[in-house]
Nanobody, 124 residues
Framework: QVLLVESGGGLAQAGGSLRLSCVASGRAASTYTMGWFRQAPGKEREFVAAIRWTDSSTEYTDSVKGRFTISRDNAKNTVYLQMNSLKPEDTAVYYC?????????????????WGQGTQVTVSS
């Protein structure tokens, strides 16, 4: 019913930039709240950012504020995560997530739809 596909991961140097993309398909996908989570080796999956599809309201975790920007392109059914000023601590698998609600939430249990993840590696 809902399919999320991430892309754009790769290798960057500290201080560099990457842009992740998540293409959503399926019925009602354009009305979902979309989020980005990440999981580093040995750590829990954590909330990064979320956006309300209809009005572009956003929320970020404190560690990425001022560096990461989440945005969406309605015409392409795509959500982006622009990551600037990357740090080695940003190294993780990044996952796109969606929920059938306009309420923004940071809790992963409230996102029933997930992509397969894309690896981001930041070198010193």
């Amino acid at each position: 019913q809902v399919l999320l596909v991430e892309s754009g991961g790769g290798l960057a140097q500290a201080g560099g930039s990457l842009r992740l993309s998540c293409v959503a398909s399926g019925r009602a996908a354009s009305t979902y709240t979309m989020g980005w989570f990440r999981q580093a080796p040995g750590k829990e999956r954590e909330f990064v950012a979320a956006i309300r599809w209809t009005d572009s309201s956003t929320e970020y975790t404190d560690s990425v504020k001022g560096r990461f920007t989440i945005s969406r392109d309605n015409a392409k059914n795509t959500v982006y995560l622009q990551m600037n000023s990357l740090k080695p601590e940003d190294t993780a698998v990044y996952y796109c997530a969606g929920r059938q609600s306009r309420t923004i939430t940071k809790y992963r249990s409230e996102y029933p739809y997930w992509g397969q993840g894309t690896q981001v590696t930041v070198s010193s």
